[in-house]
Each structure stands twice: as structure tokens, then as C-alpha cells.
């Protein structure tokens, strides 16, 4: 049973899990060491232990690509089509875009953008295979202009091998864990190196991205997934359908909903044992909705959404647009009784791979912008340099860089 909570009472319930990922990094540091030391040797000793790959290759055929995606059925390619075209739709528009503007006479600034080399995703496949992780990192890599990327999936599932063929990667890769991460960080004589991974896995993935950082580009460190909803009212079955949703992911999943009304409390606990009766997903959902889950009454809709900044949930659900003025920190905002979490997951647009753990504190989701550079680009012309030339020599001089100094004025005085 969901716990129903006073907002006092938050405090524990946001505790957040820093000891699970320092355990899991102790865990993953030898096997980092051990791709980076040996390679492919190394990568396949830990893919058939852990990954229980059969094959002599992590790398996977195009004739198995071709074979995945010939199984799948009219209605799961449909699908694929309808939620590929609204992903790429969504980033494109968010696409940083190459310029030049005059800011004042003879000064112009501007940008370029330019695609990263080589990206790599990874897709997971443990307790439920995900072709819509797949679209959601691969097609904004296109839309960025990235000409080489690869995605690797523990399992050999045909929605997952048969999508990434229908989106036309060719890199495709059998591999899982703390291995996959490494072998993308480092490059080995089959997968190429990365500039950038992306994508989520379990605690031990989220613990190699975080070791390797800096080493190699990521998007962010995901830990398990999270909603928070606000309701002051609202369909009980509706909003206990959207915390089972998240709810189901897996044990450590987090739903929360924050509500000043008892009533409503009452009725979305009720629902939520009534929903959770029959789900087939129920053994998973059910220890979520009891370890880290409740139901929590606040004062007032201010206090909600102050204890949602608080919280930074990576899925943040609200009943109308009125509150969105005082929204601070989400990873993505589901507006409205008929926009449920589950339209972002598969076909909306907005990405769904989003940052966890407080980390919306700092960022939004995956997007375009994440896959590309953005090169500053100035041009002076010698009237504009002049005009600048006080300014630059002067606080040149202050930092004691006379040579910066000497650089304007040996153009500024050779007229």
C-alpha cells in the first residue's frame, strides 16, 4: 500500500541514493581497466559472462540487422515511422543554428555549428528491451549531422536490431555494462571510440559514465526513474495509471504525488491497489510504489510546486499551464489530464531520455544541441578594432599580458 504523507515528513522520501552509485563504481572500476588494457579480448571474456553472448563478435551482421527488422510487424513499423517523424520534428527545432550578426559597426559575431564525429548510444535490454530508447538517441544524432553512430544493446531483441536498421545505423553492437561504456570510451579493433555516450542502463552503466567523464563526452548520470505529479484535483484512476507507469520501470522506481486534498489521496491509494490487481508488471510496480513511493499532502499548490523544485523530478506532471511560471527544475513537463508520461516515453517528440537524481537541478533532456559543437566565430573590421583598442589594451596591461597589449596596437598604429 502507497504511503500518504505530510509535506514535513519529505525530507527522507528525497533522500537521494550517492551510496548505491559509489558501490556500483568500485564494482565497474576493474572492468574499465581491464577494456582499456586489453580490448576486445577483455570485452568478450566480460560479454559472454555477462551478457551471455554466444557469437564470436560483439559486432552484429547487417544480414541479422536486415532479419530483425523483416520480422517486425506492419503495426510495430507504423509506429516506428509516426513517433521517428515527431522526435525528429522536435529536434530540429531545438538545433542550435550557424550565424553571424553585426553588433555594432564594423564588429560582427556569431556562430557555427558543427556535428560531433562519432557518437555511440546505449540501448538497454534487461527486464524490458527498449526500441524507443533506440529513436530517441539515434534520431537526433541524425538530425545534428553526426556521421558515425553506433548503439549497443545486451540483447539480441528484433524491435531493438530491427528499428536500428529501419533508422538506418550500421553500428550495431551486442554488449552491455560497464564493458559497453568502456569499450565506446576507449575504442577497441571493433568499436569504434566515441566523442560522446548517451543513453541510460542500470546503476553499474550510470557508475562507468560517471568514472569515465571527462575521458569521454556523456549526456548526463541517470539513476532509477522518476514523477512527480501535482493535483489539487483530478481523475484518481488517471493519476494512479501514471505512477504505476513509472512505477512498473523497475524496484528502485519513484512516483510521487503531491496533492492538498485528502480526498483525492485517498481515492488514488484506493485506485492504485485496485490497478495494481491483474497488471502483469505488478511484481516490480508494487515494491516501488512501496519503497519509494507515497502520496503527500501539502498546504497549498505553492508549496507543491516549491517542494517540486526541491526535488528537480526528471518527469514532472501538473494539472494546467498556470503553473508552469513557477516551474524551476524538471527534466520534462506533461501539462493536463490528457497528457500522460507515457506520450513523451514513445511518440510525442520531447526526448525521454532525461536526467534523474536532482541532476534536472542543472540540465533538460537529451537533445539535438547535445550532439553538436558551437564554434564562437568574431570578425573586427579596423575601425571596430580602434574603437575596442582602449579597452583591450587596458585591461591587458592589468593582467600584466603586455604582449596581448602590443598585438592591438601593432595593427591600431601601423595606420
Given at each position: 500500500m502507497i504511503r500518504i504523507l505530510d509535506s514535513k515528513q519529505v525530507g527522507r522520501l528525497f533522500a537521494r541514493r550517492a551510496a548505491r552509485l559509489g558501490e556500483a563504481e568500485a564494482v565497474v572500476r576493474p572492468i574499465l581497466e581491464a577494456v582499456r588494457k586489453r580490448g576486445?579480448?577483455?570485452?568478450?571474456?566480460?560479454?559472454?559472462?555477462?551478457?551471455g553472448l554466444e557469437r564470436r563478435s560483439v559486432r552484429v551482421p547487417r544480414d541479422e540487422l536486415v532479419q530483425a527488422a523483416r520480422s517486425?510487424?506492419?503495426?510495430?513499423?507504423?509506429?516506428v515511422g509516426a513517433a521517428s517523424a515527431n522526435i525528429g520534428t522536435f529536434a530540429a527545432i531545438q538545433k542550435p543554428i550557424s550565424g553571424m550578426r553585426q553588433i555594432s559597426s564594423g564588429l560582427q559575431l556569431g556562430q557555427i555549428v558543427r556535428p560531433l564525429d562519432s557518437v555511440a548510444a546505449y540501448i538497454p535490454a534487461g527486464r524490458y528491451?527498449?526500441?524507443?530508447?533506440?529513436?530517441?538517441?539515434?534520431?537526433?544524432?541524425?538530425?545534428a549531422g553526426v556521421q558515425s553512430i553506433s548503439v549497443a544493446s545486451p540483447r539480441a531483441v528484433n524491435e531493438v536490431f530491427g528499428t536500428a536498421h529501419l533508422l538506418g545505423v550500421q553500428n550495431v553492437f551486442q554488449m552491455g555494462g560497464a564493458q559497453a561504456i568502456a569499450a565506446f570510451a576507449f575504442g577497441t579493433r571493433t568499436v569504434p571510440k566515441a566523442d560522446r555516450i548517451v543513453g541510460p542502463g542500470n546503476i553499474y552503466v550510470a557508475a562507468a559514465k560517471k568514472l569515465l567523464a571527462g575521458e569521454v563526452g556523456i549526456d548526463f548520470i541517470a539513476g532509477p526513474t522518476e514523477i512527480l505529479i501535482i493535483a489539487a484535483e483530478g481523475d484518481?484512476?488517471?493519476?494512479?495509471?501514471?505512477?504505476?507507469?513509472q512505477a512498473e520501470h523497475d524496484v528502485d522506481a519513484c512516483a510521487i504525488l503531491l496533492t492538498t486534498s485528502k480526498r483525492l489521496a485517498k481515492a488514488v491509494a484506493a485506485q492504485i491497489e485496485q490497478q495494481l490487481t491483474g497488471l502483469p508488471t505488478a511484481a516490480v510496480a508494487r515494491k516501488a510504489i512501496a519503497r519509494n513511493s507515497a502520496i503527500v499532502l501539502t498546504q497549498s499548490l505553492d508549496e507543491a510546486i516549491a517542494v517540486s523544485n526541491r526535488f528537480a523530478p526528471e518527469?514532472?506532471?501538473?494539472?494546467?499551464?498556470?503553473?508552469?511560471?513557477q516551474v524551476t527544475h524538471a527534466g520534462s513537463v506533461f501539462v493536463g489530464p490528457f497528457s500522460p508520461e507515457a506520450a513523451g516515453d514513445y511518440a510525442s517528440g520531447p526526448n525521454h531520455v532525461l536526467p534523474t537524481n536532482g541532476a534536472a537541478r542543472l540540465r533538460g533532456g537529451l537533445s539535438s544541441a547535445d550532439y553538436v559543437k558551437v564554434i564562437s566565430v568574431q570578425e573586427l573590421s579596423e575601425k571596430a578594432l580602434r574603437r575596442l583598442a582602449p579597452t583591450i589594451t587596458t585591461l591587458a596591461r592589468a593582467e600584466g599580458l603586455e604582449a596581448h597589449a602590443r598585438s592591438v596596437e601593432v595593427r591600431v598604429n601601423a595606420f
Open positions: 576486445d579480448r577483455a570485452l568478450m571474456e566480460y560479454a559472454r559472462k555477462f551478457d517486425l510487424s506492419p503495426e510495430f513499423r507504423d509506429a528491451p527498449l526500441p524507443s530508447t533506440l529513436m530517441m538517441t539515434v534520431i537526433p544524432a541524425k538530425v484518481p484512476c488517471f493519476l494512479a495509471a501514471d505512477m504505476l507507469a518527469h514532472l506532471s501538473i494539472s494546467d499551464g498556470t503553473l508552469l511560471s
